[in-house]
């Protein structure tokens, strides 16, 4: 560069997929409200929530297997909005894989190269690259009846990456493997993804799934996006109870609102004072009762009466292999049984089923919200 040339930053990265006020209706009732969405090149975004939350509408909106009732879509910057599916240069992985019974894995995986008119020794050059990626180097002439879950899977995987999309959708890839298998294939999917660098929107109601692999989570309820943002984030600072409910264990217990400063509030469970976000509070008058949502890791167990401690009794323990989830009675915090996850296996012996414990919780990583039906 030449001396006293001006330092250009780097550009933003350009989205990749851009939904804008995206609203689908069937008859009377709306699948996705308004939903707007913007994707970085090369992010890997996960669609989060439960059973007919509206993420595999999404994703279908954005392939183009439905039409919208309303708002824009982009794919790398170009109006795909009326674009039929077969024009939008995307992959897709479905559920079930969609593979062909008749044919072998070569012609599965080549098919979409095909019928895009490719020469045939390109197809099979792309189709030999797609095998070694997904590790299944010679099983070109296999039928999909001759080979396992976890190995269809790859063969779909492949199939959508052959044809070189702009944006890979993947709808419940993994619902029909096993623990372990799913496990494997989540790891080999992200270094895949990460080692292409394909823009991936991956849809799925696992909360394990999402946290572990996503560049960022949408964590969607009723049709609508509730929180965009970093799985730490969307952990650790959840927007909304929803969120905060939905994704990972939590305990729900009562609380107070004390005062407020700048971007913090004090609340107080069973007098003891904590530090809370005060965004989601700034409705609620100081003093009120609110709900304090506490992560079974952020609570620690001490002999009970110890100063800074509530009172509660363990009813249960569950060995979880690596931890131990200890379940406390205290009815003045929380309706239901208080959970406590603790390391190591010595938790069993030391914290007793009927014993007296006091609960101490952690000064960081506490969310409150308004209690449910609360005008506030």
Not at 6 to 26: H, N, S, W, Y
Not at 60 to 79: P, R, S
Not at 101 to 107: G, L, N, Q, R
Request: hydrophobic share 40%; glycine share 10%; net charge neutral.
């Amino acid at each position: 560069m030449p001396a006293g040339s001006p330092v250009i930053e780097d550009a933003p990265r350009r989205a990749a997929v851009q939904l804008d006020g995206v609203t689908k209706k069937f008859g009377g009732s709306v699948a996705l409200h308004e939903a707007w969405l913007k994707i970085p090149s090369g992010e890997f975004m996960t669609l989060l929530g439960p059973s007919g939350c509206g993420k595999t509408t999404l994703l279908n909106l954005v392939a183009g297997f439905l039409d919208t009732d309303g708002g824009e879509i982009f794919i790398d910057g170009t109006l795909v909005t009326e674009t039929p599916a077969h024009k939008r240069e995307i992959g897709i992985v479905f559920q079930n894989y969609a593979l062909f019974p008749h044919m072998d894995v070569a012609k599965n995986i080549g098919y979409g190269l095909r019928m895009r008119g490719v020469p045939k020794a390109e197809i099979a050059r792309r189709v030999e690259q797609a095998l070694a990626l997904v590790k299944l180097t010679g099983y070109a002439d296999r039928r999909p009846r001759q080979l396992s879950g976890g190995q269809q899977q790859r063969v779909a995987l492949a199939r959508a990456l052959v044809i070189r999309p702009k944006v890979l959708l993947l709808d419940e890839p993994f619902s029909a493997l096993d623990k372990n298998l799913r496990g494997s294939m989540q790891v080999e999917l992200k270094e895949i993804q990460r080692e292409l660098g394909v823009t991936t929107i991956f849809v799925t109601h696992d909360q394990g799934e999402a946290l572990s692999m996503s560049d960022r989570i949408a964590v969607m309820s009723a049709g609508r996006i509730r929180q965009i943002a970093t799985p730490d984030e969307i952990y650790r600072r959840p927007a909304d109870r929803f969120v905060a409910s939905f994704v990972g264990d939590v305990n729900v217990l009562k609380a107070r609102l004390g005062s407020r400063q700048s971007s913090e509030a004090v609340a107080t469970v069973g007098g003891i004072p904590v530090i809370v976000p005060a965004g989601p509070l700034n409705d609620v008058a100081s003093g009120a009762a609110i709900d304090l949502f506490v992560r079974p890791e952020h609570i620690q167990l001490a002999p009970a009466g110890e100063a800074g401690t509530l009172r509660g009794t363990v009813s249960t323990h569950i060995f979880q292999g690596g931890h131990v989830d200890v379940y406390v009675e205290a009815p003045a915090l929380s309706r239901d049984r208080i959970l406590v996850r603790l390391p190591g296996v010595d938790a069993i012996t030391r914290w007793p089923v009927g014993g007296q414990v006091g609960l101490r919780f952690g000064t960081t990583d506490l969310t409150a919200f308004p209690v449910e039906g609360d005008p506030a």
